[in-house]
Every structure is written in structure tokens, then in C-alpha cells.
């Protein structure tokens, strides 16, 4: 290994901060972002470091990166490209002017069907690349596990590899030219040397220079350059002298492409990339081969590949069971096992006629009875049980990721590659590695390819550093000894520069050196990756660097679930609080954002919202989590209930999608509450939250004199008004007060007879009782004994939302306990409590378990449930008896509250639907509507309320036909979807029940035709 600079890389500027953001605001359109917040939302990536950056750049155009590099050259300050920073290795980070093309410079920009080729900018991420291309029958198959988030120009800059890398090569195998900016300002088009043999001047200079140490290094090349596929680490110099298994030219001609591809932004910025794609292929099999043990699997992957599989990936007996502790994959995984393998291979065939996948799947299991395994292979030709069966190897790795404590799955040796003939007796010594260290890895991953990812797990503030480097170095002898690469699919950054001269030799490093000063002789771009490197264990570079501390805190949930340790050895967690976080386990809690970047994918799923519509790193989870640990340790010089972190927050809907959806399980509607409160403590509430918070207890009078109150939504100077005293948005109707509110009813049972209760929150009861009246028709109609649940006093229960939201947390606290008492005795003696409005209902099941209630929340949680989960519930066991009649619409189209889907919630109300006769049920793909409770009504976020409901909400209701019923259980939901159609054609949207009871009545409607007049 090379003497790795001992200096840490911490970088100061010749000029002052605002000089320089000066400078480049009076230079570039986009967005020049120097406070400390959005430099700290900067500072790291899905790696263990922390760099704090000069500043930020969004440029808005090519243009924007010209100036840049023009005032960045002239100031003599770095420059690092980003996309989404979803690089495990330290490759973002850095004391330098980060330039994010992710946001503006995204565009498809042309497709040629003859070549078969794409050209993009930089920003545009894989998974939308792919959604373009799918029209055409062709997709970019460098098929990348981060798909949904990462960018083409980062996916370059890493020489990413994806799954099915066997079939299709690494990206350098797939670029064909790029478009790139040199530090100082020169432009070229990098692709087959031939083409750019004829420049002058500079450029001529470059690839001239660039040739001769090609020639020069040739033998070198031939002996130090690892000959396997999978190999990422330093610069792409055997362009000059093939050494891949699969070329990276179809002729071995050399293509300068390809040495900026994998070249960490050190070299060149990329401003356009022209890719190969390939054809869709028609059809896929999948066969997954039951091993007795993980060493055995590894020992037939190398028989595998001989069948020319499209990917071979592993899962181990770790992953498996973690897949079978969640009732949702247990199906699907025990669907794919014969008896107790301790590893599975997934093995898949791709062929344009079913034909050719079948018959080397036949193949497969002729092999495995050769290898002394016969009846090992699970044969799955279906599309769906394919899709399903991948989602589960990605969640294993999810929980994974999600461990409590301080100890976590460190990437660092996570993607050696060894040649197949090697993988067993890797696999076996490595892990007898991680024993004598006191840890334990979970194997997974591309067999393939011999790229295994493996993450033992290290206590980063403690003596994480120390193992990781002893754990490297043998790692490394493993890798030498196999004839290996050291980074297989992640790359160099701060975790593996040091080895690049160790895994290569001092000639080649020195030729990466000459290499980077032919192109940027200032040294300017991403300084310290792949030449000049730090040391991988310099503390001082690690987000939770040696002085790293958080302040204490009293916070007023309960976060003691995350303030444990673990055992690295066995994953045992120790009792809840015990951790030792000054934060209680909020400091914890925050500190599990690992930076993986997935809140950024804007597929399915609900998360984020608010990122869906800004784009802003500040907007997303990740950058909110990094702003609360920013603060919490003292890092934004503010305190914790200060304008830099409710800022950050301020978009936040707190709509739950990445507590389900975020691999680590962050839960920012939670953490919002937290910080809610303790703003509130440090600076009270606005006159608009108070009104809000106090609803519950104010509604009973606004319903004595509901013209009163609802005069706001005629006169439009009285919104105007309420707008400039308030902040209520004029553009606005509010909810309408209602003077038939819920009143006692003939159809409910005594509480102490009933076995449903139904919880009648405030929404419902003021502004829609005819929700609830349904509610009461559908149970009594199924036979079920209901009452309604009410308070002592004349004031309706209430959940306590509105005051959550606020951060009043005392008196939510209050109210929930009301509500718990009342329905105490039903929940005793087993009765099932049963609400309508998702976020009212279903905090019983969350911020009800945090608040401190005690066993009888605990209990209540056990027995709450949205009238759909109930329904459905009863249904699947057999029980539900409704007379349901076929509607005169055929077809309901369902928007699933965000709550509705964090604690899944959806399927249930369409398999209630589904009850009713013909009725076909959509669901629309949407992330939040917008109105999230009281966000929408909100002056200040109206337009990005709408404007999350004009991603795939409103386009949808207003495609559907006339007749389809537009079915919405949140209240806000509904409310959202009559605003935002009443110019285009007004659609009401009605809960589930309020369906149910209309296939009821259509019922009797039709007995009471049948019995004639
Ligand atoms: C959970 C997880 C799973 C992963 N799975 C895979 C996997 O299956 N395969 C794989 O290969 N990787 C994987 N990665 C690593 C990472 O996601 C990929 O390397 C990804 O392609 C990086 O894309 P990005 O947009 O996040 O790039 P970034 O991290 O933002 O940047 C990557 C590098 O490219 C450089 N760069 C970015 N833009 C430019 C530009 N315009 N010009 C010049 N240089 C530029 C950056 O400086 C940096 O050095 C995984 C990461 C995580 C956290
Ligand atoms: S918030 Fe979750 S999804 Fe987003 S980067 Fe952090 S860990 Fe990943
Ligand atoms: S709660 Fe919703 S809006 Fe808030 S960070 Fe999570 S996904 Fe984004």
C-alpha cells in the first residue's frame, strides 16, 4: 500500500465564504446554497464520512457548471460533482464546491433506434432513463440496486455494475462517449480515440499524453490490472490493454469514454453521456437452488454460470429468516425453499422466446442432480412470483440496515470480487475473520459475478476504526491471494484510495497520478479520491468523528426503544434505554438516516412527498434527518428549536411514508412532533396552530352556529382577511360546519353489550356524520352489536391529532387518555374499537405506544382497527355476512391515505370493495394528496400542497370516467380532490363506507321492488 497523506482532508478556502458565494451568485442562475445547514445536508453520502463542503451549487443549466469552474479556477477552490450521493465510499465528500446536477440537468436528450443508443445529461436518474426507453422496447441494463434514486452522470463517475452485470457488462461497458468540462474550461467529446486523434492544442496535448503512458504502462497493465469482470478501483487503464473478461470494446480499440468512466469526478465534469441500451427481453425464468450449506452454493456458482444465467444472486440463511419474521414475504420466501437450505442461489434466464429460458432452467436442474443435489431447484415461471421474490432480497437487506445501536453493517470490504474457482474458501476464511473479530457478516448478492456484499458490523465511534482496518488488511491478502479486486462494485472515495496503489502497484499509481494532472493539472476536481488519498481510518473524516457528542434533551415522546446496544456478534439488542444518549434515544433514532438516498425515488411508494415536488435536498427525509442530527450534536451553531431546523422541517407532511418506506425505518412524522414541541416550548404557538391544535374543544360551539362560522367561505374579503390574520389560504374553502352533527342513534348497542366500538373522531363528527352513519349501517347490517364510543362530558372524543401536530403533546396526551378510558371496559372484554379517518385511528397504533400511556394504549393498540381492516378481517375468517348489490357504477377508483399505507391499509379497502358485485377497483399510484390534515389550508403551502396532488392524484381523478366512484378515507383527502376539480369538472370522493352502505341499500332497494307496492 502507498503512503497515504497523513494531512486529513479538510480544505480552507484562500477567500471568505460569502466572497465566494458572492462571486458565483453574481455568475450562475441556480441556486448557491453557503449556510451552514444546506453545507451540512451536504457534508455526507450513504459512506461513514463527513466533510463539510465549501458550498453548494444547483446549477440551472451547462452554463451555470462554465461559470462555476471559471470562478472556482480563479479562486483556486476544488470542485465535486454529485448526483444523488448514493456512493457507499466517501466519493461525495468533500471540501469543495459541490455541484448536484440531479435537479435541473436531467433531460432524455435524444434517442437513436439504428445505433441503439441514448444520449442524457448527467441528472437523469436510471429508473426514469428506463420508464422513457420502455415505449421503445429497450432499456439501459446496468441494473443497479439504488435504480430509483441514482443518477447516469454518479452511475459513470463509480463505473457502477448491477445484478445482472454477467449478461451486460459494468457501466463502461455500456457508455459510449461522454461530453465532458475540464477544470480549466476546456470542453471535448470523449469517445473512440480515432475520433479525437485529430484535435489540437489542448486536447491533443491530453490524448497524446494519455497514449503514451498507455504504451509505456503496457506490460504493467498486463500484470497488475486484476482479469476479472468486476473491477472498479482506479483509473480504466487497461483501455490501453484489455484486461476484462468482457472487453469494453467489441475490436479492443480504445475508447477515452471509458477512462473517465469510474473516474470519481477526479478528472472531468460530464455534462452529456451517450449510452448503449439493449432490447427488452421478452422472457425471463427463474430458478432458485436450495443449498445445505453457504459454502456449497458458492462452490457450484462457477457450474451455474456456465448456463449463461442473466444473474446468479445469493441469499443466506440470515436474510432468509429475516425475510420469514415478516408475515408479508413468509409466503413468498417459503414459496421459493425446499426443506431448510442455509443458502438459496437465485438463478435467472432471459431469452426472446419462452423456449430458450425454459430449457436452460431444464438445464439447471440437470446440473444440480450432476453436483449431488437433486429436487434443490424451485422452478418459478411466473412474472409475479419472480417480482415478488426479488422485493424480498431487497427488504432482507433492508432490515438489515435497520439494527439498533450504536454497531452497524459498515460497507468497506462490501464488494471484493474473487473468480468463482475462489468464492468458497473466501467466504469461509472471511467469515472466520469477522468471528476473531467479534462480528458477523450477512452474505448476499452477486454470485455471479464473485462479488459478494458482505458488511460486518463496527462501532464507528469506538473501536469500528481499528477493526476496520484490521479486517481490511486481511481481507486484502484474501483478494491478492485469489487473484481478486479489492473494489468490485463500489468504487474508491475516502474508504479505498489508499489500497489503489496497493491493489495495482507504485508504477500504476504513479501513472493514475500523471493521468490526473494531464487532465487537471490545478488538482481541483474531487481532490483525494483514487491519487493523493487519505487514510481510510482518519477519524477526523468520520460522521461521528472523535468529539462528536449530542446535547441532552428531555424529549417529551418516548424514544427509548432506540437508545440500546448491540451485540455485534449476535445482534442482540440490550434493554430499551440503556443506550446512553444524553437525547434519550431521539439523537439515536435520527442518527439511523445512513444516507442511502432511497427517500429520493419517485416511483411507488409515498415517500417524499415534499422532495417529489422541490427537489431539494433540504425538502427530503435524508436531509431532514441529517438537519436534526446536525443540530442535535451542535453542528448547525443554533439551538435545537431554531429557525435552520423548522425550516427543514417545514415541508414535512407528516405523512408516514418513510416510516414504512425508508430502509432504516426513520419516522420524520414522529420526529416532527418531537421537534414541534419542543419549538412550541422555546417560542409557543402562532395565532393560526393555537386555532387548529384547539379545535376538539372548540368545535362543540362552532357547530351551535355554523353560519357563522362558515360566512368565512362565501365572502371572499373574509378569506382575504383570514389569509392576512390567520395564514389561512384564501385560494381555500374550509371545511363547512355542520348543525346535524352526530347524535345518539336507535341503531347503537349499550357500550357495555357491543363488540365493535366505533371511534367517531372529530372530522367526521362535524363535518361528515354521514361517514359515521354508514359506518353504523354497514356493522349492524353484518350483525355485529356497535356502539358508539363517547366521553363523560358533552364533548366528543378526540384522538388528540390536531394538538400532535402542534407539538402540544401534554394536552394530545390528555385527550388520548380521555379516549382510553372510555372504551377501557369494551377493550377488556375483547370488543374490536373501530374508526373511519386513517390518521386519527391509526395513531392508536403509533404515537399512542410513544406518549407514555401505559399498558392500557398498549392494549387499545392491539384492538384498533380502521373499519376496512375490520371488514376485511372478518371476511377472510369466514365471518362477514353483508348483503351487498351491485352498483349502477361498475368501477371505484381508490386514493389511499398516506396513514392507510404506512400501516398497510390499502389492500383491505380494495378487498372491501371487492365485495360488491362488478365492481372493478383502481388504485391511483399516488404519493400524498397535498392537504395533509391542515398543511394544505396553509397561505404558505398552498402551492406546493397542490402541487403534490398535480403529480398523480388530480390527473387521475379527473381521467377517470364520470361514472367511477372516486373513493378517498382521509378527510384531507377528499377535501383535496373537490378543490382541485372544481374547475375542470367538480369530483366528490367518499369513503369506503359510505360504498358499502350504497350496495346495502341498493339491496333494499331492489327487495323493495321485488315485494312490489
Ligand atoms: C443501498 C445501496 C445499494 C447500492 N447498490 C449498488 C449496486 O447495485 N451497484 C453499484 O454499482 N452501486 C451500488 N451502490 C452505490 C451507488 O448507489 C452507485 O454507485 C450509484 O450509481 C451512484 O449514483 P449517484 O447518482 O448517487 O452518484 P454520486 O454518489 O452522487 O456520485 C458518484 C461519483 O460520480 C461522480 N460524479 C457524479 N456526477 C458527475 C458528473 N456529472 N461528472 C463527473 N463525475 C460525476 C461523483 O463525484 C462521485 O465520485 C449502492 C449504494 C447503496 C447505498
Ligand atoms: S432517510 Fe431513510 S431512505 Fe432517506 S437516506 Fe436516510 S436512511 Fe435512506
Ligand atoms: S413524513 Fe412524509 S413528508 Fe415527512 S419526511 Fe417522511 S416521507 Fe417525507
Request: with cysteine; proline share 6%.
Amino acid at each position: 500500500m502507498n503512503a497515504p497523506l497523513t494531512q486529513p482532508l479538510h480544505f480552507h478556502p484562500p477567500h471568505d465564504d460569502a466572497g465566494i458565494a458572492r462571486r458565483l451568485r453574481g455568475a450562475v442562475e441556480g441556486e448557491v446554497l453557503f449556510d451552514r445547514g444546506s453545507r451540512g445536508r451536504y457534508s455526507t453520502d450513504a459512506s461513514i464520512y463527513q466533510v463539510l463542503p465549501v458550498g453548494v451549487l444547483v446549477p440551472r443549466s451547462d452554463a451555470d457548471v462554465r461559470a462555476a469552474f471559471d470562478v472556482c479556477r480563479e479562486l483556486a477552490i476544488p470542485l465535486l460533482p454529485r448526483g444523488a450521493g448514493s456512493s457507499q465510499c466517501g466519493q461525495t465528500v468533500g471540501a469543495a464546491l459541490v455541484v448536484d446536477h440531479s435537479k435541473h440537468l436531467n433531460r432524455v436528450l435524444g434517442y437513436d433506434a439504428a445505433a441503439q443508443t441514448v444520449q442524457v445529461e448527467p441528472g437523469v436518474v436510471l429508473d426514469a432513463l428506463n420508464a422513457w426507453l420502455r415505449p421503445h422496447g429497450v432499456w439501459f441494463p446496468v441494473d443497479v440496486s439504488t435504480s430509483a434514486q441514482c443518477t447516469i452522470g454518479g452511475m459513470a463517475g463509480n463505473n457502477s455494475c448491477g445484478s445482472r452485470s454477467i449478461a451486460y457488462g459494468n457501466m463502461v461497458h455500456n457508455v459510449e462517449a461522454i461530453e465532458a468540462l475540464l477544470a480549466d474550461g476546456t470542453a471535448a467529446r470523449f469517445g473512440p480515440e480515432s475520433e479525437m486523434a485529430g484535435g489540437s492544442g489542448r486536447l491533443r496535448a491530453l490524448v497524446d499524453g494519455l497514449r503514451a503512458i498507455g504504451e509505456r504502462e503496457r506490460q504493467e497493465i498486463g500484470a497488475c490490472v486484476p482479469p476479472v469482470l468486476r473491477r472498479v478501483g482506479g483509473y480504466n487503464i487497461d483501455v490501453f490493454n484489455p484486461q476484462s473478461v468482457r472487453p469494453y470494446t467489441a475490436d479492443g480499440s480504445v475508447n477515452l469514454a471509458h477512462l473517465l468512466v469510474g473516474s470519481e469526478g477526479t478528472l472531468a465534469w460530464t455534462r452529456e453521456l451517450t449510452l448503449k441500451v439493449a432490447p427488452i427481453p421478452a422472457h425471463r425464468t427463474l430458478g432458485v437452488v436450495n443449498f445445505p450449506t453457504l459454502h456449497r452454493a458458492m462452490e457450484c456458482a462457477r457450474h451455474i454460470v456456465e448456463l449463461s444465467p442473466s444473474a446468479v444472486e445469493l441469499v443466506d440463511r440470515t436474510m432468509i429468516d429475516l425475510a420469514r419474521g415478516n408475515p408479508a414475504f413468509r409466503p413468498v420466501i417459503d414459496g421459493a425453499l425446499t426443506g431448510e437450505p442455509d443458502a438459496i442461489l437465485l438463478v435467472e434466464f432471459v431469452g426472446e422466446t419462452a423456449d430458450g429460458p425454459r430449457k436452460r432452467l431444464d438445464d439447471l436442474v440437470a446440473l444440480m442432480g450432476d453436483l449431488g443435489l437433486p429436487g434443490s431447484v424451485v422452478r418459478m415461471p411466473a412474472a409475479g412470483a419472480q417480482k415478488a421474490l426479488w422485493e424480498v432480497r431487497k427488504a432482507g437487506l433492508n432490515i438489515m440496515m435497520s439494527m439498533k445501536g450504536d454497531g452497524k453493517p459498515v460497507s468497506f470490504i462490501e464488494d471484493c470480487a474473487v473468480p468463482l474457482e475462489h468464492l468458497a474458501e473466501y467466504v469461509d476464511r472471511l467469515t472466520e475473520v469477522f468471528r476473531r473479530h467479534g462480528t458477523r457478516g450477512t452474505w448476499y448478492a452477486h454470485a455471479s459475478v464473485g462479488t459478494l456484499h458482505v458488511r460486518p458490523i463496527l462501532d464507528m465511534r469506538r473501536d469500528g476504526a481499528i477493526k476496520m482496518r484490521a479486517i481490511a488488511e486481511e481481507a486484502s491478502a484474501m483478494v491478492r491471494q485469489n487473484k481478486g479486486a479489492f473494489s468490485g462494485e463500489h468504487g474508491d472515495g475516502l474508504v479505498r484510495s489508499e489500497w489503489v496503489a496497493w491493489q495495482f502497484g507504485p508504477q500504476l499509481a504513479q501513472a493514475f497520478a500523471q493521468i490526473k494532472s494531464l487532465f487537471d493539472p490545478a488538482g481541483l476536481m474531487n481532490p483525494g479520491k483514487i491519487v493523493e488519498p487519505t487514510r481510510m481510518d482518519d477519524r477526523t473524516l468520520f460522521r461521528f468523528a472523535p468529539g462528536y457528542r449530542v446535547a441532552p434533551m428531555t424529549p417529551a415522546l418516548d424514544w427509548s426503544a432506540w437508545n440500546v446496544h448491540n451485540d455485534p456478534a449476535t445482534e442482540t439488542l440490550t434493554a430499551p434505554g440503556t443506550g446512553e444518549d444524553p437525547a434519550r434515544g431521539f439523537g439515536k433514532a435520527v442518527e439511523m438516516c445512513n444516507n442511502n438516498g432511497h427517500c429520493r425515488k419517485f416511483d411507488a411508494g409515498t415517500m417524499c412527498p415534499s422532495y417529489r415536488v422541490t427537489r431539494d435536498e433540504i425538502h427530503l427525509t435524508r436531509g431532514r434527518a441529517n438537519t436534526l442530527r446536525l443540530a442535535l450534536s451542535g453542528q448547525l451553531g443554533v439551538d435545537f428549536a431554531s429557525e435552520p431546523v423548522r425550516e427543514a422541517l417545514d415541508l414535512c407532511v407528516s405523512c408516514k411514508g418513510c416510516r414504512r418506506e425508508c430502509p432504516t425505518g426513520i419516522d420524520m412524522a414522529k420526529m416532527k412532533i418531537e421537534f414541534a414541541h419542543q419549538w412550541h416550548k422555546a417560542h409557543g404557538s402562532t395565532r393560526k396552530e393555537a386555532l387548529i391544535a384547539t379545535l376538539p374543544r372548540w368545535a362543540p360551539w362552532a357547530a351551535r352556529a355554523p353560519w357563522l362560522f362558515n360566512v368565512r367561505n362565501r365572502w371572499p374579503w373574509l378569506a382575504r382577511l383570514s389569509e392576512r390574520t390567520l395564514g389561512f389560504s384564501a385560494r381555500r374553502k374550509l371545511p363547512a360546519w355542520r348543525r346535524d352533527t352526530l347524535r345518539r342513534s336507535a341503531s347503537e348497542a349499550p357500550m357495555a353489550e357491543a363488540n365493535v366500538v366505533l371511534f367517531v373522531d372529530t372530522f367526521t363528527h362535524y363535518f361528515e356524520p354521514e361517514n359515521a352513519h354508514a359506518a353504523l349501517a354497514v356493522l349492524n347490517a353484518a350483525g355485529y352489536r356497535v356502539a358508539v364510543a363517547r366521553g363523560g362530558d358533552s364533548r366528543p372524543l378526540c384522538c388528540g391529532r390536531t394538538f400532535l401536530t402542534a407539538g402540544r403533546v401534554d394536552e394530545a396526551r390528555a385527550e388520548a387518555r380521555r379516549l382510553i378510558a372510555a372504551v377501557a371496559p369494551a377493550v377488556e372484554r375483547g370488543a374490536t374499537i373501530v374508526g373511519l379517518e386513517p390518521s386519527c385511528l391509526l395513531s392508536m397504533r403509533d404515537e399512542f405506544l410513544v406518549m407514555g400511556l401505559g399498558e392500557s394504549a398498549q392494549k387499545l393498540s392491539g384492538r384498533a382497527l380502521l373499519i376496512e381492516e375490520f371488514l376485511a378481517r372478518e371476511h377472510a375468517a369466514g365471518r362477514l355476512r353483508l348483503p351487498l348489490r351491485k352498483l349502477p357504477q361498475s368501477r371505484a377508483l381508490l386514493h389511499g391515505h398516506c396513514h392507510q399505507k404506512a400501516f398497510d391499509a390499502v389492500a383491505p379497502a380494495v378487498a372491501v370493495l371487492e365485495l360488491i358485485p362488478e365492481l372493478a377497483v383502481d388504485v391511483v399510484e399516488t404519493s400524498c394528496c397535498g392537504m395533509a390534515g391542515s398543511f394544505g389550508y396553509d397561505a404558505e403551502h398552498y402551492d406546493v400542497s397542490v402541487a403534490m396532488a398535480e403529480l398523480s392524484l388530480l390527473p387521475a381523478v379527473r381521467k377517470a370516467d364520470a361514472d367511477t366512484i372516486i373513493v378517498a378515507d382521509g378527510t384531507s383527502c377528499r377535501h383535496q380532490i373537490a378543490d382541485g376539480t372544481q374547475v375542470t369538472g367538480a369530483r366528490e370522493a367518499v369513503h369506503v363506507v359510505r360504498v358499502l352502505q350504497r350496495a346495502l341499500d341498493q339491496g333494499s332497494a331492489q327487495n323493495a321492488t321485488a315485494a312490489g307496492p
